[in-house]
């Protein structure tokens, strides 16, 4: 069946010319995201053409291909722009507070697409769960899956898990288990009631 | 860059922690000035592995010629093996051991630690799980095709082996191992209470970092130089059926 495209989930864009930078980056992002294009080249015309439909939109590309165009676009239309580069360079770090280098794993990976695009999409968050997402971490560190957490809370189990990728990227956790270790240490559970 | 005449000091010189990868082929220090091509000759490890390796741990360049790959095949595997060694005899100890001083340290902290050694426990088991199902199933499939592949002798148990256990689903089995690493790291950074013994807890957490390092370019070598090189001898011994 045809699956429309989720224009509000988050796309991730890389670029480099050298093919075993792809693989690497593409292999790297894969493990956390789902939705990923990967291209040898890059401009401001591909960018205004191909790109601006996306809500959600990261672009990892080499430094030097990074124009005042691009990242004024990037700026307008709420896109993250992460550079890609082999030494961190100090003019880099003035202007892009987040790079991603050759020697970063998958989970520095994602938490740097985090880290940046969180900061575009929203100003000053809370790292605190909200009131619902404690709720669903609850039911979570309980053993609960998704479709019985949708039918506990009365909420449709898409919503459900937008609470969990949120719950995720506000803590840095993503396993089950790790979510119930949280929810013990802050008395949201009790060590009886975890499924661990 | 570092290449076979690099000498072995530069290495450990242009980053300590490849002093894990000395450790596991158990290549000892004292060196001098004899080159990374000499060390591996000395030791019986294949250079151009050896240099693979590092130039993944050192500039993530994963090496994708399958032509090459091909030839490197056995000796990888044979590091592979001695890289889940290293884990379960070096890694996971050392941080088991540190969990442990923590509960000696700390009695009134049972709760917190016992959460730690819980999840951590689990890791493990999963670990190991994943480790034992590649010594066991996948490493051996591998070697047994490449065989088949270098003797040019193809028999039916090797042809019911890659309709029924091909490496693609190796590919799909192949779990996310370097997730509760990193909820590992979130949770002692950012959420147990502080320990007032802290070098416990900076030991583990090192080596929470190292291991997560380790086992994601372990991966990479799997995924990337390993697995291309299986794809294409199970389509060349297929062509031939």
């Known amino acids: 069946m045809f699956n429309k495209l989720d224009m509000s989930a988050l796309f991730i864009c890389v670029v480099s010319p050298f093919e075993q930078v792809r693989l690497s980056l593409s292999s790297a992002i894969l493990k956390n995201y789902e939705n990923l294009l990967i291209l040898s080249d890059f401009d401001l015309s591909y960018y205004k053409k191909q790109l601006l439909q996306y809500e959600q939109l990261c672009i990892i590309l080499p430094i030097d291909i990074i124009t005042p165009s691009i990242t004024s676009t990037a700026k307008s239309h709420q896109h993250s722009i992460i550079p890609f580069l082999d030494n961190p360079k100090p003019i880099c770090k003035k202007t892009f507070e987040v790079f991603i280098t050759p020697r970063d794993n998958s989970a520095e990976i994602f938490n740097k697409i985090d880290a940046s695009v969180r900061k575009k999409k929203i100003n000053d968050v809370s790292e605190t769960l909200s009131e619902r997402e404690t709720e669903v971490l609850k039911y979570i560190a309980k053993g609960n899956s998704n479709k019985e957490i949708a039918a506990n809370m009365h909420l449709s189990p898409h919503t459900v898990m937008t609470h969990r990728k949120n719950i995720t990227n506000k803590l840095g956790i993503k396993s089950i288990s790790g979510l119930t270790v949280f929810a013990i240490l802050q008395n949201i559970i009790s060590m009886d009631e975890a499924a661990m | ?241």
């Open chain 2, 1 to 241: 860059m570092i290449t076979l005449n690099t000498r072995m000091a530069d290495l450990i010189f242009a980053d300590v922690f490849s002093l894990s990868i000395l450790d596991r082929l158990n290549i000892k220090l004292g060196f001098g000035d004899k080159t990374i091509d000499n060390i591996c000759q000395s030791y019986k490890i294949n250079p151009k592995l050896f240099l693979q390796i590092v130039r993944l741990f050192l500039y993530n360049e994963v090496p994708t010629d399958i032509e090459e790959n091909k030839k490197l095949l056995t000796d990888l595997i044979k590091y592979l093996r001695i890289t889940h060694d290293y884990y379960l005899r070096r890694l996971i100890p050392f941080i088991d051991d540190n969990i442990k001083k923590l509960e000696v340290k700390e009695p009134d902290r049972i709760k917190d630690i016992g959460l730690l050694k819980k999840f951590f426990n689990q890791y493990k088991a999963e670990l190991v799980a994943h480790l034992e199902n590649e010594e066991k199933n996948v490493f051996p499939y591998v070697l047994e095709l490449h065989q088949a592949y270098n003797s040019g002798r193809l028999d039916n148990s090797v042809i019911d082996k890659i309709r029924h256990s091909s490496i693609v689903d190796f590919e799909k089995e192949h779990d996310n191992l370097d997730e509760k690493l990193n909820d590992l790291k979130n949770i002692i950074i950012k959420y147990l209470p502080p320990f007032e013994n802290h070098f416990e807890v900076i030991q583990i957490l090192v080596t929470v970092f190292q291991l997560e390092k380790d086992v994601y370019e372990h991966a990479q070598l799997e995924d990337l130089m390993m697995v291309p090189v299986v794809r294409e001898l199970e389509n060349q011994l297929f062509k031939n059926v």
